[in-house]
């Protein structure tokens, strides 16, 4: 390995690119945490959180945590489990606490630098296929603790 030779190649290429035309090509934050949350079906409320907020901040903020269900504009109480959704994503099976529907609570997290993260956050309605996926998660996720505490208290 060459770092110098790469590095001059690296110049090399730079050169010969339209820098101004590719910074403003290039897809902001807000659109493509949007199409990560979009990706598996209509989405609502969405919005994105700049700060400076710890990874799991979101998690374990209430006011952050809580979302607007789509069906009538009351708050969503996301459930206790929270499955994975691709790469730092999560979303929770929420209920509200007006009319009492469920809809998915949906979390994107992007890194803003080392330690802070900025994140997205939307609904989704969920439908048949959804549920059962969520709820299959959940069990396995929730025999697994068993489980671990289970052997915790062999030990």
């Not at 009319?99 to 309605?125: E, M, V, Y």
């Not at 296929?129 to 929730?142: N, R």
Request: charged fraction near 30%; hydrophobic fraction near 30%; aromatic fraction near 10%.
């Amino acid at each position: 390995h060459d770092a110098l030779s790469d590095g001059l190649y690296t110049c090399d290429v730079a050169q010969k690119l339209d820098g101004a035309k590719a910074f403003a090509e290039y897809p902001s934050e807000e659109s493509q945490l949007y199409a990560s949350l979009a990706r598996k079906g209509e989405i609502h409320d969405f919005t994105v959180s700049h700060g400076h907020f710890d990874q799991m901040e979101w998690r374990n903020n209430p006011e952050i945590c809580q979302g607007t269900c789509p069906h009538c504009g009351g708050k969503l109480c996301p459930d206790e489990f929270w499955g994975k959704l691709a790469s730092n994503g999560y979303y929770s099976l929420a209920s509200c606490e007006k009319c009492r529907k469920n809809s998915f609570l949906l979390f994107k997290l992007a890194r803003k630098d080392g330690l802070h993260w900025s994140f997205a956050k939307a609904t989704r309605i969920p439908d048949e296929e959804s549920l059962a996926k969520w709820e299959k998660e959940k069990k396995g996720a929730m025999a697994r603790r068993a489980r671990k505490e289970t052997e915790n208290e062999q030990r």
